[in-house]
């Protein structure tokens, strides 16, 4: 299955994921997202599908470096003037969007590529 993958190039969770996403037999194209920027059209998807709560790292420096009206603001426009707030990586099936390499991310690449 071709992937579009968005993250950061020096993310190690990201190496990780493309990694192991073409392990799995996955043709993977990886996009840097302060380098390459990402799509409205992907972000709109992926605020839908996933949720900007989950989206959005409130983990991550940048989350924190916000301020309350950034928090509170346009959750589009947020991740656009600050692409490394968005939890990563970013896979895009072409139909479905998953945030972050988790065990049930993992998995259900598993079952995509049939290993699973």
């Known amino acids: 299955m071709k992937l579009e993958v968005y993250g950061l ?5 990201c190496e990780k994921a493309v990694k192991g996403l073409r392990a799995l037999g996955h043709e993977v194209a990886f996009y840097d997202v302060r380098d390459d920027g990402i799509d409205d059209g992907v972000l709109i998807r992926a605020l839908e599908q996933i949720g900007e709560r989950k989206l959005r790292n409130r ?4 989350w924190r470096g916000l301020s309350e009206a950034e928090r509170e ?3 589009l426009q947020s ?8 939890k990563r ?4 099936t072409g139909s479905t969007l998953f945030a972050g ?9 598993e079952k995509a590529a ?3």
Do not use: N
């Not at 983990?59 to 940048?62: E, H, L």
């Not at 990586?89 to 895009?92: C, M, S």
């Not at 390499?101 to 690449?109: H, N, P, Q, R």
């Open 79 to 86: 991740l656009k003037a600050h692409p490394s707030l968005m």
């Open 114 to 116: 049939g290993h699973a």
């Open 101 to 109: 390499w988790t065990k049930s991310v993992i998995t259900e690449m």
């Open 73 to 75: 603001g346009d959750p």
């Open 59 to 62: 983990a991550s420096y940048t």
């Open 89 to 92: 990586p970013l896979i895009d």
């Open 9 to 13: 190039t020096k993310c190690s969770t």
